[in-house]
């Protein structure tokens, strides 16, 4: 069974920072394209950064860039996003998703095929 789980979410001060987990099961995570998204209320879900499956190459949009940084860990096959210096504009419930088309760009979140639940960042002091 494919499966997506994130983890690492929760309460933050704004310049505060927060690791995400990924942890995939069913599945080689490493064979896929992994984006990070989210969603606010009331908003459409917009991607936050991606790694791709061939090289290695990340991508990340441009209210994250500096900030974020996503990254694999074949062993525990799982994708993590550090975020640092958190804003209270980054408030979002954040997923991952996976794609076994690589994706060197971040792409729509349509063009993803598995999804995690999601895991709650809130910004806020």
């Known amino acids: 069974q494919v499966q997506l789980v994130e983890s690492g979410g929760g309460l933050v001060q704004p310049g505060g920072s927060l690791r995400l987990s990924c942890a995939a099961s069913?599945?080689?995570?490493?064979?896929?394209?992994v984006g990070w998204f989210r969603q606010a209320p009331g908003k459409e879900r917009e991607g936050v950064s991606c790694?791709?499956?061939?090289?290695?190459?990340?991508d990340y949009a441009d209210a994250v860039k500096g900030r974020f940084t996503i990254s694999r860990d074949s062993a525990k096959n799982t994708v993590y996003l550090q975020m640092n210096s958190l804003k209270p504009e980054d408030t979002a419930v954040y997923y991952c998703?996976?794609?076994?088309?690589?994706?060197?760009?971040?792409?729509?979140?349509?063009?993803?095929?598995?999804w995690g639940q999601g895991t709650q960042v809130t910004v806020s002091s």
């Open positions: 998703a996976a794609d076994p088309v690589d994706h060197t760009i971040l792409g729509k979140y349509y063009e993803y095929d598995y």
């Open positions: 790694i791709s499956s061939s090289d290695g190459s990340t």
């Open positions: 069913g599945f080689t995570l490493d064979y896929y394209a």
